[in-house]
């Protein structure tokens, strides 16, 4: 059974980082990615990485404080986000199997982790 499993949410101040973790089991994938969906909000795509070779995609707007990594040996997709800001008040979903920013390709997710920051 394929899973995604996020961690690493929680409550951060404005300003300060934090960084979410992917677990995949039952497979392994080329690729991964992160989005998110703020309430009343669409999901949106925040990065994208290849396992192999570690090419990278991120959202115009995200580039510069987000950064996504990965752990071969892990099977683990990181995602590092600093000086964050309220805006970035999301469910953060993890994804596997597509190279996209779009949020349907994917045919695997995660479960979702909760990243509020105060003001």
């Known amino acids: 059974q394929v899973q995604l499993v996020e961690s690493g949410g929680g409550l951060v101040q404005a300003g300060g980082p934090l960084r979410l973790s992917c677990a995949a089991s039952g497979r392994t994938f080329n690729t991964a990615g992160w989005f998110r969906q703020a309430p009343g909000k669409e999901r949106e795509f925040v990065a994208a990485i290849r396992w192999s070779g570690g090419s990278t995609n991120y959202a115009d707007s995200l580039k510069g404080r987000f950064t996504i990594s990965r752990d071969n040996a892990k099977n683990t997709v990181y995602l590092q986000m600093n000086s964050l800001q309220p805006d970035d008040t999301a469910v953060y979903y993890c994804?596997?199997?597509?190279?996209?920013?779009?949020?349907?390709?994917?045919?695997?997710w995660g479960q979702g982790t909760q990243v509020t920051v105060s003001s």
């Open positions: 994804a596997a199997g597509a190279w996209d920013i779009r949020a349907a390709p994917y045919p695997y």
